[in-house]
Structures are given as structure tokens and as C-alpha cells.
């Protein structure tokens, strides 16, 4: 045969063209959450929320769980991500931070500042979940790739306090479930047992589980941590059925709440399917009631803003990163048209650079908010009201985030409105970049792929 001349290109696979495209727009995605990130002298890179001049100056340990679930896929993926070398790097700076910032009674706070400060305000028990989880990934993913651990058995020990003070402070033995104040939307709408709280304590669990059987030598881990996973994993699988879909929440009074709410993707999202048509049903519920009318996408719940338990921040509309979400969950059920439609709808919404917002508004919900709401002292006392806040949080706490919440909407109104003729004058983004939407995009990317962790069962 002929030798092929320098000139001629080599065929390039729709497989190599498809991995080629996915290295760039991980590449791209990471380049934002270190947009969002500050350098520490004693741990590196650490991911903030948003940028450190931004609404969100702090490092959460939630957003950093999720961060991290994309971060352990890309280091361990088969597929050798050019990102994957970095991807570990800020793994393993986050798991050493959050050992780090335990404190001595074994829990972790809301929020802290890049050198450790507690910035907490709310009261909110799922951080011992997501912080287990972060160590936890960590490790195994360290294991997985063969790399040494530092200070192994300070990680186990955080581990089993994290797990030890959660069962002894917020766990109900006679229900069998974990109940907590606040959560993922950090407000009273969430207090009692919550379908997202409790998953993402049987995660932990789960996870602490697989490091017990691998890594965990001395048993440093009580056995009886993971003993409890065993029964918990049948009320989380079961109570938070009602009828045929899930609920968002079993209130303190034992009422089920099944108002239309992005968390009822939480089983999806930490990976127990054992009910995919009740999961299936679900996903339709909340897309049908949480679609935004005028801007698509969805938003986190229906923003009956009357209600005091209810935040509409900046003007209600969709939240990208949830968004995101909802095309993992299209991606994995094999319907890649209608998880193309919905990554499309957040591209529709980047900012120059390809920046992701938190979420989006009219301008039109943003200057009735500003009226309503905010100038009226209503969002202030929505944002502090007392049953949700820690026990003596300082007043510096409350007042440098109310100063953030100020220097945010005035920021909103200067550069991030956009007029347009389209209903509702245009639209405003609020917190862009926000590594959090980044990671769940990035994530919806290895979803469509095929490239993510099989699902726990």
C-alpha cells in the first residue's frame, strides 16, 4: 500500500470528535469554578461559591459536595480527561479543609471563609452529610487512582464523628430518619424530614460504607455506622413515597408535603433508583408545575412569595444549576433530545465569557422585588428570621451578609440587567459565575457521554 503523504489527515472517529468536544467544555467548566476559587497557602486552590468579590464569598460545604461528586468522575474516568490531574488536586484541597474546619463536637457548619472562619448563620443539618461525603470521595477516589493519603486516619476519624454526632443530634430513632431546620434552599420551607436531606445522609453513609470495606484497616469507622446504613436505606427508599411520585418533605407535624420542589430529584441525584416509575412520575410533576412561563427552565419551587418560609431573591425564576439537574436526569433515561433542549436553554443565559449564573429573573420580577421586598425590610426579615438561625449567631454575621445581599441586588441592577423587548422587559442574571452551576452542567456533559458512576441500588 502507499504510504500516506504528511498532508493527508488522518479519519478522525465520531467517538474522538465527541471526546475531543467534551475535554474543551470540561476544560471550560473548570476554568469557571476556578474563576470562583482562592489560592491558600496551606491547602492550594479551594473553590468558593461564587467570586471572592461576589454575593458568595464563601466556600459551602453543599455546593462543594456536589463540586466534588463531578470531581471524582473526572479523576477516575477511563478517559483520561485533560482536567483530570486538576480535578484530584482541588478534591483533595477541599477534603483537607473540611477535616480541618470539623469542629470539636463533630460537625460542620453552613459556610466558612477560605481560612476557616465559621461564617455559618442558619441553622442547617445536612452540612455532616456533605462533609462526610467530601472526605469520603476523596479517599476512594485516592484509592482508585493508587495515590498516597496524607493523614489517613484523621480523614476516618472525621468521618465517624461527623457520623456519630448526626445519629446522636439529628436523627430520630422512632421515625428512622434525619430531621433537620434547613437545607438546600436554606429556609423554614424545608424543616421536618426532607426527601433531599435524608438522601443525602444515606449517601454519606453509603459512601462511608465502600471506605470501611476498602480503606479503612483499624476499623476506625464504628461498625455500628454502618450497621445503621442497612435499615435507614428502607425509610428513605419508602417513606417519601405517597401515592405514586415522591415528596419533597414529611413536615414535624407528620404531614406529607407534596408541593412541586426540585429536591424531589434527590434520590435520582445521589443515586438510589430502587422506585424509577415513582422517580419517572416525579420528574414530570415538578417539570410541569416548576417551568418558568416566560423564560423556561426551571425554578427551585413556586414562589408564592406571601409565604414567609418563601425567598425569591432578586426575583423568582429559574435556577440553572437545578436546571442542570433535571438534564442529567433526561440524559440517564436515554432521552438525549430532551437534555440537548435544556442544556440549550442555560446557554441561551451565559454571560460573555460563558459564565453561569445562580439564576435568572426578569427585569421586570427584579424591579418589583427591589419595591416589594427588599426596600420594605420583607427580604431582610425573610433572610433572618430567628427560628432558623443558629443559636447567639453574631450580629457582624448578619450584618456583613445583609451588606453582600445590598452590594449584590445594586450589582444586579448596574450589570447584570438585560433589556430586551421580550416579555417582562428582559432578563437579570444574579451570581455568575457560580461554580455550583458549572459542576452540575459538567456533570449533565458525562451524563450524556455515559461516562458516570453506576447508580446505587
Known amino acids: 500500500m502507499p504510504r500516506r503523504s504528511q498532508k493527508e489527515s488522518i479519519p478522525v472517529s465520531n467517538e474522538e470528535k465527541e471526546l475531543t468536544q467534551l475535554n474543551e467544555q470540561l476544560s471550560h467548566h473548570l476554568e469557571m469554578i476556578l474563576k470562583c476559587s482562592v489560592e491558600s497557602n496551606q491547602y492550594g486552590l479551594l473553590p468558593l461559591a461564587s467570586p471572592a468579590d461576589s454575593r458568595y464569598p464563601y466556600l459551602y460545604p453543599r455546593d462543594a459536595s456536589c463540586e466534588v461528586q463531578l470531581f471524582r468522575r473526572i479523576a477516575g474516568s477511563r478517559h483520561g480527561y485533560d482536567v483530570a490531574p486538576q480535578a484530584f488536586e482541588l478534591m483533595k484541597s477541599l ?12 460537625y460542620w457548619g ?4 477560605v481560612h476557616g472562619e465559621d461564617k455559618s448563620i442558619y441553622k442547617q443539618e445536612d452540612n455532616a452529610a456533605h462533609g462526610m461525603s467530601i472526605i469520603c470521595n476523596y479517599l476512594l477516589s485516592a484509592h482508585r487512582l493508587g495515590k498516597e493519603v496524607d493523614e489517613l486516619e484523621d480523614f476516618l476519624e472525621c468521618v465517624n464523628q461527623s457520623a456519630a454526632y448526626s445519629l446522636e443530634n439529628y436523627y430520630q430513632k422512632e421515625l428512622n430518619l434525619f430531621h433537620s431546620t434547613t437545607a438546600i434552599h436554606e429556609s423554614a420551607l424545608e424543616e421536618g424530614y426532607t426527601c433531599w436531606v435524608n438522601s443525602s445522609f444515606l449517601y454519606a453513609f453509603s459512601l462511608a460504607n465502600e471506605v470501611a ?19 435507614f436505606l428502607y425509610s428513605v427508599g419508602e417513606l417519601f413515597i405517597s401515592g405514586d411520585r ?43 408545575h416548576l417551568w418558568d412561563p416566560e423564560l423556561g427552565m426551571i425554578m427551585r419551587y413556586l414562589p408564592f412569595h406571601k409565604d414567609f418560609a418563601t425567598h425569591v431573591h432578586a426575583g423568582h425564576g429559574p435556577w440553572l444549576q437545578y436546571t442542570a439537574m433535571l438534564a442529567q436526569f433526561h440524559y440517564w433515561t436515554g432521552n438525549r433530545r430532551r437534555g440537548d433542549e435544556l442544556l440549550g436553554q442555560i446557554d441561551r443565559y451565559k454571560g460573555e465569557a460563558g459564565e453561569i449564573p445562580e439564576h435568572i429573573s426578569t ?5 418589583r422585588f427591589m419595591e416589594t421586598e427588599w426596600q420594605t425590610g420583607i427580604d431582610f426579615a425573610k433572610e433572618f428570621d430567628q427560628p432558623i438561625l443558629l443559636e447567639h449567631v453574631s450580629f457582624d454575621k448578619i450584618l456583613e451578609e445583609a451588606n453582600n445581599m445590598s452590594k449584590s441586588y445594586r450589582e444586579t441592577a448596574r450589570k447584570c440587567m438585560f433589556r430586551t423587548e421580550a416579555p417582562g422587559g428582559g432578563f437579570i442574571q444574579f451570581a455568575s459565575p457560580l461554580a455550583w452551576s458549572h459542576a452540575e452542567y459538567a456533570r449533565a456533559l458525562l451524563f450524556r457521554a455515559g461516562d458516570w458512576w453506576k447508580m446505587r441500588e
Open 110 to 113: 453552613q459556610r466558612y471563609s
Open 363 to 367: 427585569c421586570d420580577r427584579f424591579e
Open 213 to 231: 470495606q476498602t480503606i479503612d484497616e483499624k476499623q476506625i469507622i464504628s461498625p455500628s455506622h454502618l450497621k445503621f446504613r442497612k435499615h
Open 95 to 106: 477534603a483537607h479543609f473540611m477535616k480541618d474546619v470539623l469542629s470539636d463536637a463533630g
Open 246 to 288: 415522591y415528596v419533597r418533605r414529611i413536615t414535624s407535624e407528620g404531614y406529607n408535603d407534596r408541593r412541586a420542589d426540585i429536591t424531589l430529584l434527590s434520590p435520582f441525584y445521589f443515586g438510589f433508583l430502587h422506585y424509577r416509575e415513582e422517580l419517572e412520575r416525579s420528574v414530570r410533576y415538578l417539570e410541569k
